[in-house]
């Protein structure tokens, strides 16, 4: 069986470590793809700046479902990196961990190939009324130029950021955030610097910026400010009231939903029992973006407990979404979702002692209401809503977030659009593509269900709601390579009868 693993971040590499690890492994035939720049690595983990901390602690960062500190353990055994302050590592090594075992099968199996280039085009030529599908890869735009394969794995990472003010392609406007250390090219000391975004990615981008560019204030603006939390000491959780029996027996009641509202109920009833106030805890930022971080700080052992009973949420958040109606996914997207973000990935407890002395010393600046971007005589105009002042900059970085939506997508994101185009991939109401939620199967138009072609991501994230860290990523992967095996047996009964 022809395999195609594409993208090579952390869902691609995860996918090769669950793959290795079956006695039957060496029956398949892997090609991988990305670009030499990313291979191994993907954009998250990609090289850059030192100054970019991992928002986990290394010792919960792993690839290893059985070992946690599988990540810290390679750490203290490598040679090539060593840092004073270890709780919290760069995010590139990480990424030079992944990258790690990428070299390490390349060189043990011979049935792995890398390609170091990127997926133009994904298609399958089937004749009418076929059903056993094969699938084409092309690396470059002559479609004579292909590979063939029996299963495709679409782990290709996230989409490109938004551009709300459609700023792309404007000298001094900087489209994404990453790497950072590209931040300040062709940047005068002099210029003035504004980000949009005030995310876990506009942090990356605040540490880097400050400490490199000399002229401060730096500002960072966003339509509510809102900052993340800072992380606190986090504890195990189990649930025992928003359980999946609970679940299936409300489903038998509610004509195969979920109402939100007792979901929400369930939930609140596992915050009780951890002592955590949960209207307290979500409605605690006052607006004062020291004081805040400062109570978050002063507060570990109780955000600790809210985070991981959010983070334990959002491991179980595949079943739980996708037993609500429509109308309620569309509810708790309005109600939730924002609330959900600004408790997890929660900042470094060292980024929040930074924004603090930022702020203090007035080298950063953080501004709400942001209502409009645009750019004339050689400047940008930043407005703001119930304001007549009109803020001018020299550059800006976009850490705005991600895309959701096909229908959002440019070049930037030619392969799915190209997917979609070819009615192999459809849109999802709620963003990404369709999938089948237990199985991570892609959903077409033109096909139905394709058996073997695995989607894993934030391509998935209208199914897949909110489950994006690592260690969810890796949970489907696990799942999706333990069906491939099976697909495997029932490929190779075919191919014998057939002889």
Request: proline residues 3%; negative net charge; hydrophobic residues 35%.
């Amino acid at each position: 069986m022809r395999v195609a693993i594409i993208g090579m971040g952390t869902a691609g590499v995860s996918v090769l470590r669950q793959l290795v690890k079956h006695d039957h492994f060496e029956k398949l035939k892997v090609d991988v793809y990305d670009d030499r720049n990313n291979m191994g690595q993907g954009v998250p983990f990609q090289n850059d700046s030192s100054e970019l901390l991992i928002n986990m602690p290394s010792k919960k960062m792993s690839l290893n479902l059985d070992d946690d500190e599988e990540f810290w353990k390679w750490y203290q055994h490598q040679q090539e990196f060593e840092f004073d302050n270890a709780t919290y590592l760069p995010r590139f090594v990480f990424g030079h961990y992944m990258k790690s075992y990428l070299s390490k099968f390349d060189d043990q199996y011979e049935n792995i190939t890398i390609i170091n280039h990127k997926v133009r085009e994904i298609f399958t030529t089937s004749k009418v009324d076929e059903t056993n599908l094969k699938y084409y890869v092309c690396t470059s735009d002559d479609m004579k130029e292909w590979r063939e394969y029996d299963y495709l794995f679409l782990t290709f990472g996230t989409f490109a950021y938004h551009d709300p003010y459609h700023l792309k392609g404007i000298k001094g406007f900087k489209p994404t955030p990453y790497p950072t250390y590209n931040s300040l090219d062709d940047v005068n000391e002099d210029d003035r610097i504004a980000i949009l975004g005030t995310g876990l990615a506009s942090l990356d981008v605040i540490r880097y910026v400050t400490a490199h560019h000399p002229r401060l204030p730096i500002l960072m603006t966003s339509r509510s400010a809102n900052l993340p939390s800072v992380r606190g000491q986090m504890v195990d959780i189990e649930f025992t009231h928003l359980t999946k029996q609970k679940f299936n027996d409300l489903q038998a009641q509610n004509y195969g939903n979920v109402p939100l509202d007792i979901a929400v109920d369930l939930f609140l009833k596992e915050c009780s029992d951890y002592g955590i106030d949960f209207e307290k805890l979500i409605n605690r930022r006052t607006g004062n973006h020291i004081n805040d971080l400062k109570f978050d700080l002063e507060h570990e052992k109780e955000m600790g407990i809210f985070q991981s009973i959010i983070e334990y949420l959002k491991e179980n958040l595949n079943w739980i979404w996708n037993s609500l109606s429509f109308e309620d996914q569309q509810i708790f997207q309005e109600k939730y979702t924002k609330m959900i973000q600004l408790n997890s990935n929660p900042m470094p407890p060292r980024t929040a002692k930074l924004l603090i002395e930022l702020l203090e010393k007035e080298a950063l600046i953080i501004r709400k209401n942001l209502k409009n971007v645009y750019h004339e005589d050689g400047l940008f105009h930043l407005q703001y809503e119930n304001e007549n002042d009109i803020e001018d900059f020299n550059v800006v970085i976009n850490a705005t977030g991600s895309k959701n939506h096909l229908s959002e997508l440019d070049e930037d994101d030619q392969l799915i659009r190209n997917l979609e185009n070819r009615q192999i991939v459809q849109s999802h109401p709620m963003g990404g593509i369709q999938i089948i939620p237990e199985t991570n199967q892609v959903i077409s138009p033109r096909f139905g269900t394709l058996t073997n072609v695995i989607a894993i991501g934030q391509m998935t994230n209208g199914v897949n709601k909110l489950r994006n860290g690592v260690k969810m990523i890796v949970n489907q992967v696990a799942n999706a390579v333990d069906r491939l095996y099976d697909t495997q047996q029932d490929f190779e009964n075919i191919n014998e009868e057939s002889i």
